[in-house]
């Protein structure tokens, strides 16, 4: 027999650290390296029944249950259903043989590279040669990658299982015979409905129009094309060729097989799709708001960008909203900021610095902007980095002393940290939120929506999700919470209980599964 000189326990020791690390917060991961850990050391016997401790205490966490109910939501995530009858089994989608994209910025290079993986032939197009090259340049080399992996694997090209071609263009006209096309601009109306115009007098009558705004009206994109029954919302999550979550987005006049054929595409790309209705920012980005003012409010009263992150990082999400905003570029929620008169020169004179149109508002992160702290790409944002470009977040003294002028200004009393409160404040602000959305009838079921944050927001799987942590916490004690929080700040309507919420609460806050009984009587946007 090879004999291995090896520590055991300082080699599990080093496992138990990463899985830390990596797991956030997540028992099995643990408890699994313990299980070998007792088969390297103990007789079978002891290692059988130190296994079985390990089982009973895990089930004991409620985690297991939390991702067996992920599980499960993902798989019937897929099965969508129209208030008008057709269902994802009894409408057939059209065959995706060849597909454009249009914009080669950060989105649209992951969306061509993963179609190119899936096999499906696409062209990609720029408005000029500069940003053309630059975009060819990188899907070339994201290409490249995926090459290498299907080699490892064994796939070989010649089996006709590698990479769909890719072709770079200038030319709208050579767009005129694909079936499908994805738009992947600048978030901006205007320039999305001169695109979709266009496309509307060049491709041909069946081809099909999706749009990956990530919060834009779908059918006032769709109210200047020759087909609003086509067009539909494809909303991929950056990066677009690793993230695994699809929001596919309805329209008021898009056909069920328009539906079918998004839904279908999000499957042969490796991705989770979920049918949602329109509204502004969709289901998880719409979600997202309450809880980022949250985080803000929180650094108004007394508590730091590291200590925020750091209660929600404990929790197990991937990344705090801090160090998320430093990542996104805090200069994108500024512009649309300004766009929405909030921030910059649209807001009235003599509108005071916290307050828009009668609510609570924080300005920090716009005071943040104005000094040229965009975050990550600027090397300066809620955390310094070692350079602009920089991935290493370190809190920031400047920021320290930045928060205490503001708030001494502004005469805000400093409260004392509480974990627990971090929690409460931004979690319930989400969590209400998504009642709200199933109110509107945008998401047709709470799942739906565990697992867009699941899958699209670092939302820790072993907690089931917003909605399913909800309910493990108790559907009254989330009302009693909010509706504690909104009478002492009437200001803040985003804490105001929903009606859903109140409604799940008097009803003694049935189990997750029987929610949609409730849902039954409210009005579907789907």
Partial sequence: AVQYNINVDAFLDTALEKAKRQFRGAQAPLACIEAVRASAQLPYQR???????????????????????????ERNVGKWTLPSGERW??????????????????????????????????????QDTKQLDSGKKAVNSLLEREAEKLKKQGNSFAEGNGLGSVHFTLNFEDLKNVDLVIEAVYENMNLKKDIFRKLSSIMKPDAFLCTNTSGLNIDEIASVTNRPQLVIGTHFFSPANIMRLLEVVRGRHTSPTTIATAMSLGKMLGKVAVLVGNCPLFVGNRMLGPYLEQANYLLEEGYYPEEVDQALEEFGFAMGPFRMMDLAGLDVGWRSRMEKGLAGS??????????????????????????????????????????PGGRHAHPDPWVRDFLAKYRKTYNI?????????????????????????????????????????????GWPKHRGGPMYYASAVGLHEVLMVLEGYHKANPDVPSMKPSFLLKKLAAVGGPPIKEWRTQLGKLPNKL
């Fill in 346 to 387: 649209g807001v009235p004179p003599g509108t005071p610095a916290r307050q828009r149109e009668g609510n609570r508002y924080c300005p920090l992160a716009d005071m943040l902007c104005e000094l040229g702290r965009f975050g990550q790409k600027s090397g300066k944002g809620w955390y310094q980095y070692e350079k």
């Fill in 413 to 457: 009393k400093q409260q004392a940290v509480h974990p627990e409160q971090i929690l409460q404040r931004c979690l319930y602000a989400l969590i209400n939120e998504g009642f709200r959305v199933l109110e509107d009838g945008i998401a047709s079921g709470p799942e739906d929506i565990d697992v867009i944050y699941n899958n699209g927001y």
């Fill in 47 to 73: 290692g059988i029944e130190k296994e079985r401790q390990l089982f009973a205490s895990l089930w004991a966490t409620g985690q297991p249950q939390a991702q067996q109910y992920a599980f499960f939501s």
């Fill in 89 to 126: 089994d009894n409408v057939r989608p059209c065959q995706i043989r060849t597909a454009a994209v249009i914009g080669l910025g950060t989105m649209g290079r992951g969306i061509v590279t993963s179609l190119s993986k899936s096999n499906i032939p696409v062209i990609a197009l720029e």
